[in-house]
C-alpha cells in the first residue's frame, strides 16, 4: 500500500494496532510496555517504557529495520520522544509540534470556543482550589486517564503540565476521525466505559458504534474544527461528555486510538489503510457504508481485583484473519505478577444492541474479576 510493507509500531499497547496493520496488508513489529503473549506469539516485539527505556528509543526503533513506523497511546504525551524517532523512518501520523499544539488543552479549549463549540471551563490548580463547583486535575502527558483525579482529594502537589477541567455531568463517549489537508471525516462514536469503582476515571473499554442523537453534526464540527487548526493528519479520537444533547470535548488523541478495533469488527474495513493514505497522500477518501445486520462491539480493560500471578491462557482458536476480534486479548504470560489496580487483559464482546452488548461485557468483567481473586498472591 503506497510503497508500506512493513511499519513499526510504538506505544504502551501495541497489540491492537498490530492486527489492523495485518488486516490493511502490513507486515508489523511493535514496541510497547507489556509485550503480551498474544502479539509477541505472531510478530516481532520488544518491551519498551517510554520513562525507562528512553535512552534506547532509536537504537531499538532502528533494529527492526521498518522504513516507516507509527504511535499508539501515551505516545501523543512525548512529543519529545516523537521527534527523536524523525531518523528512524518515515512518520505515519502527527509530527511532535502538532502534538505541542493538540495536547496543550489551553490551545484546544480557545480553538473550539471560537467556532462557537462547547468545551469546559479550564483553570490552574491553585486557582481550580479556591473556585465554586467541582474540578478534575489532569495532565497533559499521560493517557487513559491514569492521573485524572479530584482536585479537592488530590494528595500530591501538581506538576508543571498538570490543569483543571471544570466537571461535565453525563456519560462519556469518544468520537473516531480521519483527517487530511486540513478536513475531517467523521467514522463514529462509541460510549466510553469507567474504570473499576475506586479508579472511575481509567480508561474502561468502548461500545461501538453508539449513536448521540442530535449531538452528531456538533461532533462533527468539532473535527473539522480540530484538524483546521491543528493541521491534524490520519486517524484521530475526541473525547466528549454528553450533557443534555451537548457534547463537551473533554480531550483530543491525536492517533490511532483504541477503539479502531471495534470500528473495523463492525464495517469490515482496515482503518489503518484510511490512516496511511491520509498520511501519505492527504487522501479524506470515503466514509463506511452501514451494514446490514451489523453487530455492535465492545471492549473492556480487566484491572487486577488485588495483586495477582497470572496463571496463563491463550487464544489460539481465533484466527486474526478474520475481522472479528477474540473473545479475550492482551494476555501476559503465564506466571506474570501483576500489582492491584493493573491492566491484566481486555476481554472483547459482541452485542446485536448496544445496550446488550454493554450487557454481555460488564457480565464477563465481574466473572473475571471472580476468577482472578482466586489467583491472589501473597
Known amino acids: 500500500m503506497y510503497g508500506v510493507d512493513e511499519v513499526l509500531i510504538i506505544g504502551a499497547t501495541a ?22 503473549t498474544d502479539l509477541a506469539e505472531r510478530w516481532p516485539v520488544a518491551r519498551f517504557d517510554p520513562d525507562r527505556d528512553a535512552d534506547d528509543l532509536e537504537r531499538t526503533a532502528a533494529s527492526f529495520g521498518c522504513p516507516h513506523w507509527l504511535y499508539t497511546g501515551s505516545m501523543e504525551g512525548r512529543p519529545d520522544l516523537v521527534e527523536r524517532l524523525s531518523g528512524v523512518g518515515r512518520r505515519l501520523g502527527n509530527g511532535p509540534e502538532v502534538l505541542r499544539r493538540v495536547r496543550d488543552p489551553w490551545l484546544v479549549s480557545a480553538s473550539l470556543g471560537k467556532a462557537g463549540l462547547p468545551a469546559p471551563e479550564l483553570r490552574i490548580p491553585a486557582e481550580a482550589r479556591k473556585s465554586a463547583g467541582r474540578w478534575l486535575r489532569k495532565s497533559r502527558v499521560s493517557a487513559g486517564g491514569v492521573s485524572v483525579q479530584w482536585e479537592g482529594a488530590a494528595t500530591n502537589d501538581p506538576g508543571p503540565d498538570d490543569y483543571c477541567q471544570r466537571f461535565i455531568e453525563g456519560e462519556t463517549y469518544s ?63 475526541v473525547d466528549f461528555i454528553l450533557n443534555d444533547d451537548v457534547p463537551w470535548t473533554i480531550e483530543v488523541n491525536p492517533r490511532y486510538t ?22 501519505l497522500n492527504d487522501e479524506l477518501g470515503m466514509g463506511p457504508r452501514p451494514l446490514h445486520d451489523a453487530w455492535v462491539y465492545g471492549k473492556a480493560v480487566v484491572y487486577a481485583p488485588c495483586r495477582l500471578r497470572f496463571q496463563g491462557e491463550n487464544n489460539h482458536d481465533w484466527q486474526c484473519e478474520d475481522y472479528r476480534p477474540p473473545w479475550v486479548a492482551d494476555l501476559p504470560a503465564a506466571g506474570t505478577v501483576i500489582e492491584a489496580g493493573e491492566p491484566v487483559l481486555t476481554i472483547l464482546r459482541m452485542g446485536r444492541t448496544a445496550q446488550d452488548c454493554r450487557e454481555r461485557l460488564e457480565q464477563s468483567v465481574k466473572l473475571r474479576r471472580e476468577r482472578l481473586e482466586r489467583s491472589r498472591e501473597a
Not at 473495523?264 to 491520509?278: G, N, S, T
Request: charged share 20%.
Open 175 to 237: 468520537a473516531l476521525f480521519v483527517a487530511a489537508a486540513g478536513k475531517s471525516r467523521l467514522i463514529g462514536t462509541a460510549l466510553q466505559l469507567p474504570g473499576p469503582p475506586d479508579t472511575p476515571f481509567l480508561y474502561g473499554g468502548n461500545i461501538a458504534p453508539w449513536p448521540v442523537g442530535g449531538a452528531t453534526e456538533t461532533v462533527r464540527r468539532v473535527g473539522d474544527v480540530l484538524a483546521a487548526d491543528f493541521g491534524l493528519v490520519g486517524l484521530f479520537g
Open 15 to 36: 497489540r491492537a494496532a498490530a492486527f489492523s496493520a495485518y488486516r490493511a496488508g502490513l507486515r508489523p513489529r511493535c514496541m510497547d510496555l507489556f509485550a503480551d
Open 258 to 279: 483504541a477503539s479502531v478495533e471495534l470500528y473495523e469488527a463492525v464495517y469490515q474495513r482496515p482503518f489503518l489503510a484510511d490512516h496511511i493514505r491520509a498520511c
